[in-house]
Each structure stands twice: as structure tokens, then as C-alpha cells.
């Protein structure tokens, strides 16, 4: 099926054209506008023969001339309307996935314990990251994996949601952190979801959420750890969360831990994926939003040749009302 995305006039969105080739049909329009000109030109040759005015006012009576050029005017504009609905136009929604399996992996190194997003970045991250939660559709399985120096899968995919929850809120700061391992927790976890029990050899897609503040400290490489998730076509959504003046205090030493955005992009990037970045709960909350419209929804192409052919005949009906209007004395 041929497709053509296309900006015509009067249309401001761009949609595609099923039968894109029908729009050459356009082509006769300026072809009719040259000959109404001409027309016009031609009536006002004729008009100028006569020399007495009066007589002038008898034989053709004045019109509006507005009033003409306005009923043309909807009749050019019901074509273009109608030939794009004859070319079966289609515009692009979301629509829902009906199954997926989402796992976030939330960053619990002690770096989490920084206050510059209150109360700490650990527990602002572990709010936001419930409400995205209770956002995906009930169908989706997810499963919740802390990252610190260890790795722990909290909760397997799955559809109880509020089990996620609670699953997320036992999480507690440890020290290092591990981004590579953590990744390839979260690809396990995918491994781990249920099978759809109408389609058992069907894959569902999967989509691995990570928010993390720091750099990588041990465990295995994220890039290599990413490059394996864009292999297995589950696409990596990075969160780097915090401010660039953010400190923790160990052992009466004072540490600034700013966000590593480079590393979270280009994790991101590796994976086919979308980077984010984050500095307060508000921030947060709008980047999971995001998020969730990614990860929930496929984009489909919806037809709509019935709303183009409902504006074409609304025009043409305001065309033969103005034609009507003029004692049907077209030029």
C-alpha cells in the first residue's frame, strides 16, 4: 500500500493518503480558477458594449460581487475537500499495548541519600516511581530490581501491581553501584513473565526503566550490558536524577554526587531508548509520564475519509446557497 505524507493546503496536521495518486486530481483546480477568471474578465468586455448605463441596469441587473466570488470561493474549497477524502486520508493515534513487561530499576547507592531533592532523592525517586506504577494498564506485568553495589530483583513480573509497590517502598540504600549488573537484572526479569496463556509462543515486548544519580562503580560494563538489551529489542529508558549540587556526607566528608546525564544517554542510545533528566519530584513525575505514553501505547493509523467528505459536503451545500443567493447568474 502506497503512503504519502502530506501537508495540503487548509490542512494543517499531516496526515497520510491510502491512495495518494488520487490527489493529482488537485491538479484541475487551478485549472477551473483560471477559467472563472477568464469568465469574469469576459463578462466585464461584454458589459462595457453598452453605452447607456440605464439600459445596462435593465438587461443585467447588478450582483454582488463579494457574494460571487465567496459562493466560487466554497465550491474550489468543497473539491479540495472531496478529492482528499477520495484519496482516503488517515491520521496516526495511540493505542493501548495489551500486553508488556515493564521492570524499573531504581538506584539505591548511598548517593540516593542526597537531600538536594526532598526529602532525599531515594524517596522522591520511590514515590514517582509507584505512581508510574499505578499508571500502566492493568494487563501489563511488571517487576521492580534495586541497584546499589548489589543487585536485587524485589519483584518478578507480574500483574499484581501493588505488590510492585510494596516491593519498591522495602527498598534501602546500599553502597557502589552497579548500572551494568543492574541492566541485566532487569533483562532476567523479562525472561521471567508470564507467558500469554491464549498465545504461549507470542513474546510480549519488554521496556527496562532506569533511574539512577551516579556512575557506574563496579559489576559489569552498562555498555555492554545495553548493547545486549538492543539485541533482545528491549529498549532501555534512562532517568539521571538529581542536581548538579548535590552532596552526602560520609564518615564527616563532604561528596558531591551530580547526576552522570552523558552515561545515561548514551545507555539510552545503545538500547534504542529515551533519555531523561530530572530534578525535582515535579520533573519526575511529568519524564514517567512520558514514559508511560512510550511504553503503553503503539502508534496505529486511523481512516478518516468521512470527516473529509462531511467538510467537503457542508462546503458544497454553502456553495449552491450562494449560487441560489445569486439567481444562479454564475460568469
Known sequence: MNELVI???????????QNPNRLLLWLAIPVLVAAYVLAMRFRNRRGMRFTNTSMLDVVM??????????????????????????????????????RATVVLVIDSSISMEATDVKPNRLQAAKTAAKQFVDSLPAKYNVSAVSMAGSVSILSPPTLDHQAVNRAIDAIKPAESTAIGDGIDAALRAISQAPKDPKNPKATAPGAIVLLSDGENTTGQSPQQAATKAKQRKVPIHTIAYGTENGYVDLEGKRYTVPPNKEQMAELAKLSGGQ?????????????????????????????????FAGYGLALAVLAALGAISLGARWP
Open 275 to 307: 533519555t531523561f533528566s530530572a530534578d525535582s519530584p515535579e520533573q519526575l513525575k511529568k519524564v514517567y509520564e512520558n514514559i508511560g505514553s512510550s511504553v503503553g501505547y503503539v502508534k496505529a493509523n486511523r481512516e478518516i475519509t468521512s470527516r
Open 61 to 98: 441587473p447588478k450582483q454582488s460581487q463579494w457574494r460571487r466570488h465567496l459562493a466560487v470561493a466554497l465550491s474550489i474549497l468543497s473539491l479540495v475537500t472531496l478529492t482528499a477524502a477520495f484519496a482516503r486520508p488517515q491520521d496516526e493515534i495511540n493505542v493501548p499495548r495489551e
Open 7 to 17: 501537508s495540503p493546503l487548509l490542512l494543517a496536521p499531516l496526515f497520510s493518503f
